[in-house]
């Protein structure tokens, strides 16, 4: 790797330093250079680049060049004009929206090729402009990153927990037991910061524009298995609202209540698909509130028949 002259310092973590550089053509990158010598720390550097240069994608901060060779381990890659944690501290709201858009096409490609990241926050998600272009929207930083089901490299507890506000659960508990839904966590939060300017779990729910607050509920909700998947269904829930539906329990039992009322040969069917929206958010005392008054009789009716009364008494008390 060539020779660059260090510019200045641009950020500092408990394994490495970024610094602005330019080269002998004065033409300006990053430098991530590793600052420890403990092996594990090297291996988990080399482990970085690996995963970087396994992926190739527009929404990904490209590796430029390394160095594992030297006492000195560090890699260039392009230099950002800032991260989207300075940027969102001068503007916010639904119109910032294509940015996350970016940022989960970055990591789809990154899932897509096996790697969790595990430390996505506005600090690792950076800006690029270019005269008379738009901004362009790139990841970086995949130091806690892990292959989903290859990866065997031991990581310590401090190494692996990823930056506090933006960690699911699972990960703060056990930063090896994650898949890919603890950057759906992430995701989530990030979303609720690109749309109030604060991350999830810092702001009411009610500052959330009312539309996505589902979704930045259920990505960032504790069960796992309660999030969205994978990226392509939290991709298309802010696409469909987009499109002008929406991707709340409101909608889908309305949905399932008309149809029902409609359709008779639907009615059973109906029926049981209104009981799961049910069961599937018995947290949100709201729903049941302004919705179970409202439930046609009939409908109601067919809910408390003695032959799912036992199901529905079990997963739903109040009725």
Request: charged share 30%; proline share 4%; net charge negative.
């Amino acid at each position: 790797m060539e020779d660059y002259t260090i510019v200045r310092e641009i950020g500092r973590g408990g394994q490495a330093v970024v610094y602005e550089v330019e080269d002998s053509q004065g033409t300006k990158y990053a430098q991530k250079i590793l600052n420890s010598t403990d092996e594990s720390a090297k291996k988990r550097f080399e482990r970085e680049i690996r995963l970087v240069l396994n992926i190739s994608h527009k929404n990904i901060v490209p590796i430029l060049s390394f160095d594992t060779s030297s006492e000195m381990y560090s890699y260039i890659m392009p230099l950002g004009d800032g991260n989207l944690k300075k940027y969102l501290n001068e503007t916010s709201g639904e119109s910032e929206l294509w940015i996350f858009k970016e940022i989960l096409e970055g990591v789809k490609a990154a899932h897509d090729g096996g790697t969790i990241h595990r430390d996505l926050n506005p600090n690792n998600i950076l800006l690029f402009a270019k005269d008379g272009e738009k901004l362009h929207v790139a990841i970086t930083d995949f130091g806690l990153g892990v292959l989903s089901e290859r990866d065997t490299t031991t990581l310590t507890a401090t190494h692996g927990m990823g930056t506090y506000q933006y960690c699911s659960p699972e990960q703060l508990k056990n930063a090896k037991d994650v898949d890919l839904r603890t950057d759906i966590y992430s995701l989530g939060v990030i979303l609720s910061n690109i749309l109030t300017g604060s991350p999830f779990g810092t702001v009411e729910p009610s500052e959330i524009p009312e539309k996505y607050r589902h979704i930045v509920k259920k990505s960032c909700d504790p069960d796992r298995t309660k999030r969205y998947q994978s990226v392509d269904e939290l991709l298309e829930a802010i696409e469909s609202i987009e499109n002008g539906a929406y991707d709340r329990p409101e909608d889908a039992l309305q949905e399932e209540v008309e149809l029902t009322k409609r359709n008779s040969q639907y009615f059973s069917e109906g029926t049981k698909n209104i009981i799961n929206i049910y069961i599937q958010n018995l947290s949100d005392q709201s729903l049941y509130k302004d919705n179970l008054p409202n439930t046609e009789f009939m409908i109601l009716k067919t809910m408390i028949d003695p032959k799912l009364r036992l199901k529905i008494r079990a997963h739903i008390p109040i009725l």
